[in-house]
């Protein structure tokens, strides 16, 4: 009797775990959401140091979200993604809804990577050149004729009055932007930090002139569709802390910032000086300036737009809240 007794405690104990395990289930499936995070470029390059850091220190984890990242055709190329609801979320440049929203794409900045802008103007010293009034008659390379770091060079051109058929532009793709300077056949580039290290670890003497000094573009941006927006900002502020949390992480430490951004990132092994130079690249022109880390500046935005317009660029301007939103930066 007593051995039945004991049998029964024990089976009812056991049916009581499980049914608590079977409660509990839901709640942990419904704490790891799967969400692609389409980039504009390769995920190993330096430039998205703030995402892979993320979720190397587990800070999408935290969330309770499972990050794939997956690459697209340019930052152009995300935001249409995006828009059509083939991925929740993806990366650009600040400025990118002000060029597909002209042409319909329904998707916003909901934060930007920094107060400053991503594209800087590099030349080689030998050259002379101080300011983008000495690129007249220059050979410059660019990565495309469509991408936002060549809108932010035609835009320091414009503030020495000077266009495009002033200098010799070479669009010459991610590598062979840096790579034709390097080679010396370029006298300069338009260039972000990454290729601003890779010039410097090839020993070139340069001379870096910011673009915020001339005219002021944007650093990069993560971009939401109006409908997830709508209908799952949960989600979204998720993502939008978690990256911010990764970008935070290199301003205030780029060193060891550097060392888990390398253990995570296999292309770069036993490259954590070099890492954390590009880092304190980010951290000296284009991540700072924010009040609030995140922030998308509303009259740097009007001023991108309008001259936008005036350069063809995009046929009409868009109204301005419907380019960007800071409700998930605190």
Same mark, same amino acid.
């Given at each position: 009797?007593?051995?039945?007794?004991?049998?029964? =405690?024990? $089976?009812? *104990?056991?049916? &009581?775990?499980?049914?608590? @395990?079977?409660?509990?289930? +839901?709640?942990?499936?419904? #704490?790891?959401?799967?969400?692609?995070?389409?980039?504009?470029?390769?995920?190993?390059?330096?430039?998205?140091?703030?995402?892979?850091?993320?979720?190397?220190?587990?800070?999408?984890?935290?969330?309770?979200?499972?990050?794939?990242?997956?690459?697209?055709?340019?930052?152009?190329?995300?935001? =249409?993604? $995006?828009? *059509?609801?083939? &991925?929740?979320?993806?990366? @650009?440049?600040?400025?990118? +809804?002000?060029?597909?929203? #002209?042409?319909?794409?329904?998707?916003?900045?909901?934060?930007?990577?920094?107060?400053?802008?991503?594209?800087?103007?590099?030349?080689?010293?030998?050259?002379?050149?101080?300011?983008?009034?000495?690129?007249?008659?220059?050979?410059?390379?660019?990565?495309?004729?469509?991408?936002?770091?060549?809108?932010?060079?035609?835009?320091?051109? &414009?503030?020495?009055?000077?266009?495009?058929?002033?200098?010799n532009a070479q669009a010459a793709g991610p590598a062979g932007t840096w790579k034709l300077f390097i080679a010396g056949e370029a006298d300069a580039m338009a260039a972000v930090p990454d290729w601003i290290g890779i010039a410097m670890g090839a020993g070139k003497k340069l001379t870096i002139i910011p673009a915020d000094d001339h005219f002021r573009s944007m650093a990069q941006a993560i971009l939401a569709s109006d409908d997830t927006i709508k209908n799952n900002p949960e989600l979204v502020g998720k993502l939008v802390r978690a990256t911010l949390r990764g970008m935070k992480d290199i301003m205030a430490d780029p060193a060891a910032a550097a060392k888990d951004y390398v253990a995570a990132v296999p292309q770069h092994k036993g490259k954590e000086k070099a890492m954390e130079g590009v880092f304190r690249l980010y951290n000296k022109y284009v991540y700072p300036g924010q009040k609030t880390v995140g922030e998308m500046d509303e009259g740097r935005l009007n001023e991108l737009q309008a001259f936008y317009v005036k350069q063809g660029i995009v046929r009409r301007a868009t109204p301005l809240d419907d380019l960007y939103t800071n409700q998930f930066v605190n």
């Open positions: 009797m007593f051995r039945r007794r004991h049998l029964l =405690k024990t $089976v009812a *104990a056991a049916t &009581a775990m499980a049914t608590l @395990a079977w409660a509990a289930a +839901p709640e942990r499936a419904a #704490a790891a959401d799967d969400v692609t995070y389409l980039l504009p470029a390769p995920a190993f390059l330096p430039a998205f140091g703030p995402w892979m850091l993320a979720k190397a220190r587990g800070y999408y984890a935290d969330e309770g979200l499972n990050v794939t990242f997956q690459s697209a055709k340019g930052g152009v190329d995300v935001a =249409k993604q $995006v828009g *059509a609801g083939n &991925a929740v979320v993806g990366g @650009a440049i600040g400025d990118t +809804p002000i060029i597909v929203r #002209a042409n319909g794409i329904p998707v916003k900045a909901v934060a930007v990577l920094g107060g400053k802008s991503l594209m800087q103007l590099v030349a080689h010293q030998s050259t002379g050149i101080k300011g983008p009034g000495d690129l007249k008659g220059k050979t410059v390379t660019t990565m495309s004729y469509q991408d936002t770091t060549y809108y932010a060079l035609l835009g320091m051109l &414009a503030s020495a009055g000077l266009s495009k058929n002033d200098v």
